[in-house]
């Protein structure tokens, strides 16, 4: 039985070899095992806080086989950017420049470097080993997310965003950090985006405040600005299906969008319900129990945060749930309980 839960100390190793072998887009994840460990920390106590507002601590995830312990995707939210070190993002600029001489009327685009001190909560850092991929797992480990938010509103900021993987060539080179940040940083792209997730200094110290304007970077760069990588299309439009829209702030180092939705505007965030167990059963409920049985999204706060994907029975007029044993045993659920669940779109 699949599990997605709160990642645990013990799970360093596991979660160390899944990470590894993260392809080389993938820049959050590419940490070195200390480096690891001390995020694992900080989620741990990221789920232990009762404290009444968010910091800019990671929520981590990870999907567990627990018949076999297999570790076999994770994702995260950081429940606040900004902080002690500012987060940074190119905000794209119009401006009109006018030459009553010339007679000449031009509106312009510049990138300029932006710091936001108190920002919103972020989605990100999401992996699935590619064996698992196309069986609802990416999803899950995706939806999971905002029903974590939708259970704990007080820990996460009033917007979310989501910084989408931007273009790369064949070979992985990443033309935009080629032609601006490349400029600057002696360092390679998946060194300074791997980095960044740890410490943000060497942005402060190397990178320029000075606006670059679009009309001096080649069209093959100006063209890729504010778009994503092929891979990551169908996350963009799985987010935007959930409320989530453009911004006018790219990434620094590849030039992806940021997208962005108010918190309680996420339609999976408002699809999130708080029910009460009925009863459960031997079996997974089927058809011909009351109401409807469908698979959905199931949550408890068993270990911080636990969650199954099973197929589950809400009577229409009381709201109630019937579980199966199984998922009611790994939720840590009883009758009475609480659950939350996560309804379809």
């Not at 627990?66 to 939210?77: D, F, I, K, M, N």
């Not at 080649?218 to 989530?244: C, N, W, Y």
């Amino acid at each position: 039985m699949w599990v997605l839960r709160a990642v645990r100390i013990d799970d360093l190793d596991a979660l160390h070899d899944l990470v590894k072998s993260a392809t080389r887009g993938l820049t959050s994840l590419q940490l070195k095992r200390d480096q690891l460990l001390d995020r694992i920390e900080h989620s741990e106590f990221a789920f232990s806080r009762s404290g009444p507002s968010p910091r800019g601590e990671p929520y981590v995830l990870v999907l567990v086989n627990q018949q076999t312990g297999e570790l076999a995707g994770t994702s995260t939210v950081y429940a606040k950017t900004g902080g002690y070190q500012p987060f940074y993002a190119y905000q794209l600029v119009e401006t009109e420049h006018v030459s009553e001489q010339l007679g000449v009327r031009q509106r312009r685009q510049s990138l300029l470097l932006t710091r936001i001190h108190d920002g919103p909560t972020e989605i990100g850092s999401l992996f699935l080993r590619g064996k698992y991929r196309g069986h609802g797992f990416g999803r899950w480990l995706s939806m999971a997310r905002f029903a974590l938010i939708a259970m704990r509103p007080h820990r996460f900021a009033d917007r979310v965003i989501a910084e989408m993987r931007g273009r790369a060539d064949k070979d992985g080179t990443v033309p935009f950090f080629e032609a601006i940040a490349g400029k600057f940083m002696p360092i390679e792209f998946s060194v300074a985006d791997a980095l960044s997730t740890v410490s943000k200094q060497f942005i402060e110290e190397l990178m320029p405040d000075s606006p670059i304007y679009l009309n001096l970077l080649p069209s093959k760069i100006r063209d890729g600005i504010g778009q994503v990588h092929d891979e990551t299309v169908p996350a963009l439009a799985m987010l935007k299906k959930e409320g989530f829209r453009e911004t006018d702030f790219v990434d620094i180092f590849d030039g992806g969008p940021m997208i962005s939705c108010e918190t309680n505007q996420i339609k999976a965030v408002k699809r999130t319900r708080e029910l009460t167990v009925k009863s459960i059963l031997v079996e997974e409920p089927s058809g011909s129990e009351a109401g409807s049985s469908e698979k959905h999204i199931v949550c408890s706060t068993h270990h911080g945060f636990t969650s199954v994907y099973t197929t589950i029975s809400i009577d229409p007029t009381t709201g109630d749930v019937t579980i199966d044993a199984a998922s009611a045993e790994a939720l840590q659920l009883g009758i009475g309980s609480t659950c939350y669940v996560l309804g379809k779109s």
